[in-house]
């Protein structure tokens, strides 16, 4: 079946997620307690100093909980799973003790109620989406009603509980995510990792064969380095500092020329790709500390060279997350094709960036609804208007070579497409302007006005 392969194939590199018969044991060869230790202590020390770098300030107890669970993982890999969950669930307890103990209720009881569809929806709308945001609307004067709430993780449990759902009902359910105790099924949900910055791994990525692969951590910590460095040098340049997003505003807007405005739009951009893929690592460097060998979750995206492409390649975990629950449940490119790419489009707004869900406000601001609507559907068009160009000029007649490689087409491509992509991101990274004069910007940028 062609879509579920593609789900398969957007981790990239390569990466299947073939179910194992049973439960996958780690392959690695066997690791010296010494050696293993040295490699947790590194990786764990160089997360502790490179974290910051990409705006994740770790606690020193969860980065002593992730390590000990590490080690743990690799000394007794038979019951891997159920030592991921315990250290996951300890490393959010060091963070946030209320909401670790409501989150590991939360999921003991979806896991008993996870073979019935009514009864999982229950569970996840009533303790994932009512009780969190009724707890604070009839609270919010007290202060204990404020801080308990861990609203990234909260959402992971809506979209982790999605993603098994519809493997399930769709028999992709790897076996092994279907025999698995509670412990081990609940590592879906409480990868240690997931304490520093919550990302959805589906059944497939947890469910798979595991083995400790040094070139995979090693890949992870200079990627974190060196994005976190960079990003660094553009906070701290004085010359950037005067021509970012977070110094402007209509006063500011109206004096700048285009070649500056063009600078600000560019820097902030590529700021955002860093951070956001820098942060992204750390998590998927966790899971492969645990033995996990995850895809890195952005794919070398500001190399792209049409709007397809890019969004092949700009976070892979959640661009599975919407093809498994919208694009190919609507029919994927079978039938109704840019429908079905405008509403998923519309779905990652609404479902995965308005913040409404994971939140504890029954309200969101226009910033959730509003501009993510906007950004998102803008995008949308891009990809449209790309495909459809494609389709009748017969240009990118291999739709399927994803290989990077340098040429002049490439390169005009690849330039057009980020600049695009940089003049959409205007509409969610301008917020100190009215969301008129966001596309005043863009329009000068182009020479409109």
């Not at 669930?89 to 008993?112: C, Q």
């Not at 790309?386 to 990077?404: F, I, Q, Y």
Request: net charge positive; with cysteine.
């Amino acid at each position: 079946m062609r879509r579920w392969r593609e789900i398969g194939e957007a981790g990239g590199g390569g990466a299947t997620l073939a179910p194992p018969a049973s439960f996958p044991a780690s392959d690695q060869a066997s690791v010296g307690l010494l050696a293993l230790l040295a490699l947790v202590a590194a990786t764990v020390g160089s997360v502790a100093v490179l974290a910051p770098w990409v705006g994740i300030d770790p606690p020193v107890p969860v980065l002593l909980v992730i390590a000990v669970g590490a080690v743990a993982v690799h000394r007794a890999p038979e019951h891997a799973f159920e030592i991921t969950a315990v250290a996951g669930a300890l490393a959010l307890a060091a963070a946030n003790p209320p909401y670790a103990l409501f989150h590991s209720a939360m999921v003991a009881l979806l896991f008993l109620a996870r073979r019935g569809t009514f009864a999982l929806a229950a569970v996840l709308g009533v303790l994932s989406i009512w009780l969190p945001k009724h707890l604070f609307s009839a609270h919010y004067h007290h202060r204990a009603a404020y801080n308990w709430i861990n609203e990234p993780s909260l959402a992971l449990v809506l979209f982790v509980t999605a993603c098994w759902w519809r493997a399930r009902r769709d028999s992709r359910l790897p076996p092994a995510g279907e025999t698995a105790s509670p412990l081990a099924w609940a590592a879906m949900y409480l990868f240690p990792g997931h304490v520093l910055n919550p990302m959805v791994f589906s059944p497939g990525d947890v469910y798979r064969r595991r083995g400790l692969e040094l070139r995979g951590i090693a890949a992870s910590l200079l990627l974190i380095a060196v994005k976190g460095a960079a990003h660094v040098a553009i906070a701290r340049s004085p010359v950037l500092g005067t021509l970012s997003y977070g110094a402007l505003d209509g006063a500011r807007l109206a004096v700048l020329s285009r070649p500056e405005l063009w600078v600000v739009v560019a820097v902030g951009y590529v700021d955002l790709v860093l951070t956001l893929s820098g942060t992204a690592d750390v998590a998927v460097l966790l899971a492969r500390l645990y033995g996990w060998p995850m895809p890195s979750p952005f794919r070398y995206a500001l190399l792209a060279w049409n709007p397809v492409e890019l969004w092949r390649r700009w976070g892979i975990y959640n661009r599975k997350v919407l093809l498994a629950l919208v694009y190919f449940p609507l029919g994927g490119g079978r039938r109704h094709r840019t429908r079905n790419i405008m509403l998923t489009f519309l779905a990652s707004a609404l479902l995965l960036h308005s913040g409404w869900f994971g939140s504890k406000y029954w309200e969101v601001g226009a910033g959730g609804w509003r501009d993510q609507t906007v950004y998102f559907l803008l995008q949308g068009l891009l990809v449209c208007g790309w495909m459809l160009v494609r389709d009748r000029t017969g240009d990118g007649a291999r739709p399927d070579d994803h290989t990077l490689r340098l040429s002049w087409s490439r390169a005009a491509g690849t330039a057009a497409t980020q600049a695009a992509s940089a003049l959409v991101h205007v509409i969610v990274l301008a917020r100190a302007l009215p969301f008129g004069d966001r596309f005043e910007m863009i329009a000068r940028c182009l020479g409109l006005r």
